[in-house]
């Protein structure tokens, strides 16, 4: 048997970075760029998403050019157009909708909306094959879920934060550290050089609950630290560091392993920006091996944070399945999975 090989562009614009990416088959990559935003929101300590939709304009069509001539390859020979229609920054979302919806119009391509979220656990099929039923761990700067799935494209959510994000916490206590933007990297470096002496809580929350909750971790790093000022005591950063990631990992992997063994699951994919955390990774690697039935699949950095061959990749999925968005395709900034 021999089928045609089918190329999908993907277009992800829903937060900081500007992407564009050619994948075929929905497992190789043949192009991918990623115009990041990052220094211009540094200074204020997060995203500003008016800036983040300035940028979008000003780069879209650069980083779809950029792409087409990476992939040596005609808009003609595209088979879909794959786009992150949520959630995101409803701004920044806007951009990328619309130039996807403008090529496959001028070029009568088909058309997919994707969920930002399903990008990112399909980022995994450019490094191995997905196998059913998984769990994927999802943990950026905007999300924390554990999601399950039986087969392609069908998605439960069986956890999620109630209040922050991981990353967003990692990104608040480095703020109180006086730690640069994005944070997560910085408490990551500073954890392995530190102790964790420092008594923070876990938020557990009830019994068989898979739900996520770092605000309160958060307080009491913040609270913690603003004691010990106001006492004259020194705490050393680097164990505020090792104590605060000590604490985050414990919760994110034993929930993830309680799930896994709860829905037997064959492999757990681990995504987002957060996946970059060395603690986490370690400790997740390590915990995986009471369960030998089940695979472990990291991407490579570049793959978990934010990018456009994820959107294409799980894309394609979806355009297999027939799924079509029309011309009435819109941001949708708190699309449901
Ligand atoms: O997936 P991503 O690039 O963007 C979103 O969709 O949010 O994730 C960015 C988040 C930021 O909060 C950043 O601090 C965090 O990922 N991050 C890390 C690490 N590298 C990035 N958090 C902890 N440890 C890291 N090594
Ligand atoms: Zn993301």
Same mark, same amino acid.
């Given at each position: /048997? ?56 000003? !780069? ?26 949520? *959630?995101?920054?409803?701004?920044? %979302? $806007? ?14 391509? *088909? ?18 094959? /997905? ?25 439960? @959510? ?14 608040? @206590? ?42 309160? %971790? ?11 000022? !106001? ?5 050393? *950063? ?41 603690? %986490?990774?370690?400790? $997740? !690697? ?14 490579? $950095? ?7 061959? /994820? ?24 699309? %449901?999975?």
């Amino acid at each position: /048997m021999s089928e045609k090989d089918i190329f999908v562009l993907g277009i992800e614009t829903s937060c900081d970075e500007t992407a564009a990416a050619i994948v075929k088959n929905g497992r190789e990559i043949v192009a991918n760029v990623v115009a990041s935003q990052m220094e211009s929101h540094q200074r204020f300590g997060g995203v500003v998403p008016e800036i983040a939709s300035r940028h979008h304009v000003e !780069q879209i069509t650069l980083v779809l050019e950029e792409t087409m001539k990476q992939a040596n390859m005609d808009v003609s020979e595209i088979d879909a157009i794959a786009v992150t229609e949520g *959630p995101g920054l409803v701004g920044a %979302l $806007l951009i990328g909708v619309n130039a996807a919806k403008a090529l496959a119009f001028a070029h009568r391509i *088909p058309l997919v909306g994707v969920h930002h979220i399903a990008g990112h656990i399909y980022a995994n099929q450019l490094v191995q094959d /997905m196998k059913f039923p998984l769990l994927a761990l999802v943990v950026s700067g905007g999300h924390t879920e554990l999601i399950y799935m039986k087969e392609h494209g069908v998605f439960e @959510v069986i956890g999620e934060t109630r209040d922050d994000a991981a990353g967003e916490a990692y990104d608040k @206590v480095a703020r109180a550290l006086q730690l640069p933007y994005p944070g997560g990297p910085h408490i990551d470096r500073l954890a392995k050089q530190g102790k964790p002496t420092i008594d923070l809580p876990r938020a557990w929350l009830e019994e068989g609950s898979y739900d996520f909750s770092f605000s309160g %971790l958060k307080s009491a790093v913040i609270n913690t630290l603003h004691n010990a000022k !106001q006492r004259g005591e020194t705490i050393l *950063p680097e164990d505020m560091a090792a104590s605060f990631q000590t604490s985050v990992v414990e919760v994110l992997v034993g929930k993830t392993i309680q799930a896994a063994a709860h829905y037997d699951v064959k492999q757990i994919l681990l995504a987002g920006g957060v996946a970059a955390n060395e603690g %986490l990774r370690t400790q $997740l !690697q390590k915990q995986v091996e009471q369960l030998p039935e089940v695979e472990l699949v990291i991407p490579p $950095l570049s793959l978990c944070t934010d990018n456009a061959a /994820m959107i294409a990749a799980a894309g394609t999925v979806l355009f297999q399945q027939g799924k079509r968005a029309t011309m009435a395709l819109n941001a949708n900034p708190s699309l %449901l999975l």
